[in-house]
């Protein structure tokens, strides 16, 4: 079946570090892929998506390629804020009128100032 | 208007009540969904509406049982829960359903206690 395996957390990094989250998946067919971020207290924000191979989604400095050779969507973001302290979940859905979003784990991230 | 909304924001209930969530979209979505949230873990589906049919049960026991009054309305009806059922319960929806590259919005999600 579908799967998505996430970078283990927690990932702590101090204000304007680099950041890369690590996401690579098994599916059938063509997924979709996206990357939801949640912040505490809060429901599931859409943060990027990538449709097809070598796509690349990017919103609010974070940007992913859908990599089909590695399968990979790995997030990175060039300089963090405290203000991106937040738990990012990968996530896939496949065609096949398929309705299920497969998640990963999760990572928490935390910027310290 | 690109928002899912979801009341209560807060539900603590007993084992005995009988209590109801709500969720509203006004996106024009045909799909919409329900999933459960324990801490430290990621969402997991439990139903899924396409035209307001129910179209997907993930095996979820019945004292959960949602109901779909329109097109823009989700409801899930809860009774004789179990403390273990305590987590953040999100709505969300979608626009056609078998489209895998139409993402889901999510709502804020009702945070439930049960003791």
């Known amino acids: 079946g579908d799967s998505v395996t996430q970078m283990e957390g927690p990932v702590t990094l101090s204000e304007e570090a680099f950041l890369t989250i690590n996401c690579t998946y098994t599916a059938t067919g063509y997924p979709s892929l996206f990357w939801y971020v949640q912040y505490p207290g809060e429901g599931l924000q859409l943060l990027l998506k990538?449709?097809?191979?070598?796509d690349k989604g990017s919103n609010k400095g974070f940007e992913a390629t859908y990599r089909k050779e590695t399968t990979s969507f790995h997030l990175e973001k060039g300089s963090v804020q405290v203000s991106d302290s937040a738990v990012y979940f990968c996530a896939l859905r496949t065609n096949f009128g398929n309705e299920k979003l497969t998640f990963g784990t999760g990572t928490r991230l935390t910027i310290i100032p | 208007d690109t928002e899912v909304t979801q009341t209560p924001k807060h539900l603590v209930m007993g084992m005995t009540n009988k209590k109801s969530l709500k969720c509203e979209q006004h996106m024009g979505h045909r799909a919409m969904y329900w999933y459960k949230q324990k801490a430290k873990k990621p969402p997991e589906l439990m139903f899924v509406y396409s035209y307001e049919k129910l179209s997907i049960n993930e095996s979820v026991p019945s004292r959960f049982s949602p109901e779909c009054p329109n097109s823009s309305l989700l409801n899930l009806h809860l009774h004789a829960l179990q403390p273990e059922d305590s987590a953040l319960y999100l709505c969300?929806?979608?626009?056609?359903?078998?489209?895998?590259?139409?993402?889901?919005?999510f709502g804020p999600g009702t945070r439930l206690t049960v003791l």
């Open positions: 969300a929806s979608s626009q056609v359903v078998a489209l895998s590259y139409n993402e889901q919005f």
């Open positions: 990538a449709t097809k191979a070598d």
